[in-house]
């Protein structure tokens, strides 16, 4: 690997279009090699765009991207991507096992020959990696959200990338699985030296493991320690809006006033 | 066929060698079983794809635009088939660029079909005279079939197997899990076009077996069928040919033996199994020793938030 020397995302001026319309710019930010940083922001600020700009599945619409050293380009193998999470239908007749195989060689052409030993074996570690050996052979469609969204990052890990892009793996998880996987996640990322940008809407189940994190509001981003950006002076000038942090006795933080923003912003 | 019904009854009893004798003693079942076999394998590889891409009612209409291509030609004298061709595969085409935004238009897809049909009714009309046609491309012709059509069969079914060979990991990653696909740098929307084209070529040979309106106990029901057997996609498409494979031989051999159309038969064997598959198995993990564990799992999932 290249290191700790190269950051892992280097951004400068970007500026981010969803159609013709710009939804946030001038963002400069770095994030290094083997840190954990979870995203922010309300509905429609531009999440997702920001990691289709890093997936190169979409170009900046101005500004200068590099991810691991290299402009964004589709089928990076070195990302791993799980999107927002979809309903899959319960009827799928498909096994999680074969999800995961997809994320080895899903983009070859033809039918698998050779290496099959191979590609099982790295199917079989993924899987155990995420501890879903009990139900990695059922219909995918049959497994509760916890169990699909483990075997979803089994799928993103069976490509051995360096860097993971998570959106919102914990929507729709109860709050004990939220803490569950959002810790998994980062013990994957501290034994494989992964980056990790993990979308999320709740801060608090991902307090104890982010390094930092990255709010995207009201056209800009803003990134540091969960302690400097969540805060009520700097959430105020990102937002230009009265916000208020407010924290509770076990550092539990609760940003108020968001409500009427997200509901002008969703998309 | 009643014009070619036998003056000694043909021989059906245990032996069978002599069965088969007879059922391949006359060229047109030769040729029945040669484009039937080709037309049910390419039906039935490219049948799990449709199923598993939620496209049964995109291939019927497929089918059934087909028709107003097929009688349109013999309209202006050019064979159906290729009539057929032209039109299923201008129809696949534009199917596949609406990729995604094809689901939920139901109505859509359905008006298009309805008008299809009334197009190829028109066709019939000023074509004086041949209901029978508008019969056989409803219906199917299968024991009408000459030599060079087993060949352009063959070849088309060659094609569109291949074909499906040759997408089978993108195809069924950009299906499962078109996002990541897309990330992962697989064509998604090219795939998407390829697919619906292969499909129409499949839909065109399947209608000289079973005709526009059976099309379903083809590619449909086939694949219906293995998809409740297995959950390993490979599995499935081999299952789904197989299955597709004996529908046809049943049929073709039961309707040399009655005097009732083939297209009954392979229907009415198709319909048949997939009542008998669901019976056998009504839900696809059919809990093998774990069944209570699994249903109170379910149970608990399902009232969890």
Same mark, same amino acid.
Do not use: C
């Given at each position: 690997?290249?290191?700790?020397?190269?950051?892992?995302?280097?951004?400068?001026?970007?500026?981010?279009?969803?159609?013709?319309?710009?939804?946030?710019?001038?963002?400069?930010?770095?994030?290094?090699?083997?840190?954990?940083?979870?995203?922010?922001?309300?509905?429609?600020?531009?999440?997702?765009?920001?990691?289709?700009?890093?997936?190169?599945?979409?170009?900046?619409?101005?500004?200068?991207?590099?991810?691991?050293?290299?402009?964004?380009?589709?089928?990076?193998?070195?990302?791993?991507?799980?999107?927002?999470?979809?309903?899959?239908?319960?009827?799928?007749?498909?096994?999680?096992?074969?999800?995961?195989?997809?994320?080895?060689?899903?983009?070859?052409?033809?039918?698998?020959?050779?290496?099959?030993?191979?590609?099982?074996?790295?199917?079989?570690?993924?899987?155990?990696?995420?501890?879903?050996?009990?139900?990695?052979?059922?219909?995918?469609?049959?497994?509760?959200?916890?169990?699909?969204?483990?075997?979803?990052?089994?799928?993103?890990?069976?490509?051995?990338?360096?860097?993971?892009?998570?959106?919102?793996?914990?929507?729709?998880?109860?709050?004990?699985?939220?803490?569950?996987?959002?810790?998994?996640?980062?013990? $994957?990322?501290?034994?494989?030296?992964?980056?990790?940008?993990?979308?999320?809407?709740?801060?608090?189940?991902?307090?104890?493991?982010?390094?930092?994190?990255?709010?995207?509001?009201?056209?800009?981003?803003?990134?540091?320690?969960?302690?400097?950006?969540?805060?009520?002076?700097?959430?105020?000038?990102?937002?230009?809006?009265?916000?208020?942090? $407010?924290?509770?006795?076990?550092?539990?933080?609760?940003?108020?006033?968001?409500?009427?923003?997200?509901?002008?912003?969703?998309? | 066929?009643?014009?070619?019904?036998?003056?000694?009854?043909?021989?059906?009893?245990?032996?069978?060698?002599?069965?088969?004798?007879?059922?391949?003693?006359?060229?047109?079942?030769?040729?029945?079983?040669?484009?039937?076999?080709?037309?049910?394998?390419?039906?039935?590889?490219?049948?799990?794809?449709?199923?598993?891409?939620?496209?049964?009612?995109?291939?019927?209409?497929?089918?059934?635009?087909?028709?107003?291509?097929?009688?349109?030609?013999?309209?202006?004298?050019?064979?159906?088939?290729?009539?057929?061709?032209?039109?299923?595969?201008?129809?696949?085409?534009?199917?596949?660029?609406?990729?995604?935004?094809?689901?939920?238009?139901?109505?859509?897809?359905?008006?298009?079909?309805?008008?299809?049909?009334?197009?190829?009714?028109?066709?019939?009309?000023?074509?004086?005279?041949?209901?029978?046609?508008?019969?056989?491309?409803?219906?199917?012709?299968?024991?009408?079939?000459?030599?060079?059509?087993?060949?352009?069969?063959?070849?088309?079914?060659?094609?569109?197997?291949?074909?499906?060979?040759?997408?089978?990991?993108?195809?069924?990653?950009?299906?499962?899990?078109?996002?990541?696909?897309?990330?992962?740098?697989?064509?998604?929307?090219?795939?998407?076009?390829?697919?619906?084209?292969?499909?129409?070529?499949?839909?065109?040979?399947?209608?000289?077996?079973?005709?526009?309106?059976?099309?379903?106990?083809?590619?449909?029901?086939?694949?219906?069928?293995?998809?409740?057997?297995?959950?390993?996609?490979?599995?499935?498409?081999?299952?789904?040919?197989?299955?597709?494979?004996?529908?046809?031989?049943?049929?073709?051999?039961?309707?040399?033996?009655?005097?009732?159309?083939?297209?009954?038969?392979?229907?009415?064997?198709?319909?048949?199994?997939?009542?008998?598959?669901?019976?056998?198995?009504?839900?696809?993990?059919?809990?093998?020793?774990?069944?209570?564990?699994?249903?109170?799992?379910?149970?608990?999932?399902?009232?969890?938030?």
């Amino acid at each position: 690997m290249a290191g700790s020397i190269t950051p892992a995302i280097v951004a400068e001026g970007v500026a981010a279009a969803y159609g013709d319309q710009l939804i946030w710019r001038n963002a400069s930010f770095t994030v290094n090699t083997g840190e954990f940083v979870a995203v922010l922001g309300p509905n429609g600020s531009g999440k997702s765009t920001l990691l289709r700009l890093l997936l190169g599945l979409q170009p900046p619409a101005a500004g200068n991207l590099l991810v691991l050293g290299e402009h964004p380009h589709r089928g990076n193998p070195e990302i791993g991507y799980v999107p927002q999470r979809r309903n899959i239908d319960r009827d799928l007749p498909v096994r999680g096992r074969d999800f995961v195989h997809l994320g080895i060689d899903g983009n070859r052409w033809g039918v698998a020959l050779g290496n099959t030993a191979g590609n099982h074996r790295r199917v079989n570690q993924a899987i155990t990696s995420v501890e879903a050996q009990a139900y990695a052979g059922r219909p995918i469609g049959r497994l509760s959200g916890g169990e699909q969204q483990r075997l979803l990052l089994a799928q993103a890990l069976a490509g051995r990338p360096q860097m993971l892009l998570l959106d919102e793996p914990l929507a729709s998880l109860d709050l004990r699985n939220q803490i569950v996987i959002a810790e998994l996640v980062a013990e $994957l990322a501290r034994a494989n030296g992964l980056t990790v940008l993990l979308i999320a809407h709740d801060i608090n189940p991902l307090l104890p493991i982010v390094d930092r994190v990255l709010y995207v509001a009201h056209g800009g981003l803003a990134i540091g320690k969960p302690a400097e950006v969540i805060t009520t002076e700097q959430l105020s000038r990102l937002y230009d809006a009265p916000i208020e942090v $407010l924290q509770d006795s076990h550092g539990h933080m609760f940003v108020v006033g968001l409500e009427a923003e997200s509901a002008h912003h969703d998309a | 066929m009643p014009d070619l019904q036998l003056v000694v009854a043909p021989y059906f009893g245990w032996d069978l060698l002599r069965v088969l004798q007879e059922l391949f003693r006359y060229a047109f079942m030769q040729h029945a079983f040669e484009a039937g076999t080709i037309v049910a394998l390419s039906a039935g590889v490219i049948g799990y794809f449709v199923v598993l891409r939620g496209l049964s009612f995109a291939a019927h209409a497929l089918s059934h635009i087909g028709f107003a291509g097929a009688t349109g030609a013999v309209l202006v004298t050019v064979a159906p088939i290729v009539g057929l061709l032209v039109f299923t595969m201008s129809a696949g085409a534009v199917m596949g660029a609406l990729g995604q935004r094809l689901r939920g238009r139901d109505v859509t897809i359905g008006l298009v079909m309805a008008w299809s049909l009334g197009l190829g009714l028109l066709f019939t009309r000023l074509y004086q005279g041949s209901a029978n046609l508008a019969i056989g491309i409803l219906f199917g012709q299968i024991f009408g079939i000459t030599t060079q059509e087993v060949a352009l069969t063959f070849v088309a079914g060659v094609l569109t197997v291949v074909a499906v060979v040759v997408m089978y990991r993108p195809l069924l990653f950009a299906t499962l899990d078109e996002e990541v696909a897309e990330a992962k740098g697989v064509p998604v929307r090219g795939l998407s076009i390829a697919f619906m084209v292969i499909l129409a070529v499949a839909v065109s040979e399947a209608v000289q077996v079973v005709g526009v309106l059976l099309i379903f106990a083809l590619i449909v029901a086939p694949a219906a069928i293995a998809e409740r057997f297995t959950t390993r996609p490979s599995r499935g498409v081999l299952l789904s040919a197989v299955l597709a494979m004996l529908f046809t031989w049943a049929g073709l051999t039961v309707a040399y033996y009655l005097p009732y159309p083939v297209g009954f038969f392979i229907t009415t064997i198709a319909f048949g199994s997939y009542v008998l598959a669901r019976w056998a198995a009504p839900t696809l993990t059919r809990p093998r020793s774990r069944g209570r564990e699994l249903l109170a799992r379910e149970e608990q999932v399902r009232h969890s938030p």
